[in-house]
């Protein structure tokens, strides 16, 4: 069984920086990428980066040079920093686990950005 554990959520003004961690444990089977998604009220869940095992990154357009996803192999953890934070980025944001055997998602953490 695997399991995901976030955090790092929380209330910020617009302008501010938060950082997002998400550990993953337990039968971990050949890690392929790690990834943050988020889901706002009334809409589809989106990706917001995507890190591979190698370190290729991957980011939304709309997070682009404002967030930075980052990971630590030996700790099967994965980082998001998000910095210049705008009311649009409110959500839900999900961390992923891709594996050679399946995907995982996180409980989720809420992130308010709001004066």
């Known amino acids: 069984q695997v399991q995901l554990v976030e955090s790092g959520g929380g209330l910020v003004q617009p302008g501010g920086s938060l950082r997002l961690s998400c550990a993953a444990s337990?039968?971990?089977?050949?890690?392929?990428?790690m990834g943050w998604y988020r889901q706002a009220p009334g809409k589809q869940r989106e990706s917001v980066a995507r890190i591979t095992i190698g370190g290729n990154t991957n980011y939304a357009d709309s997070v682009k040079g404002r967030f930075t996803i980052s990971r630590d192999n030996a700790k099967n953890t994965v980082y998001l920093q998000m910095n210049s934070l705008k009311p649009e980025d409110t959500a839900v944001y999900y961390c992923?686990?891709?594996?050679?055997?399946?995907?995982?998602w996180g409980q989720g953490t809420q992130v308010t950005v709001s004066s």
């Open positions: 337990g039968s971990i089977f050949r890690i392929y990428a």
């Open positions: 992923n686990l891709e594996t050679l055997v399946g995907g995982y």
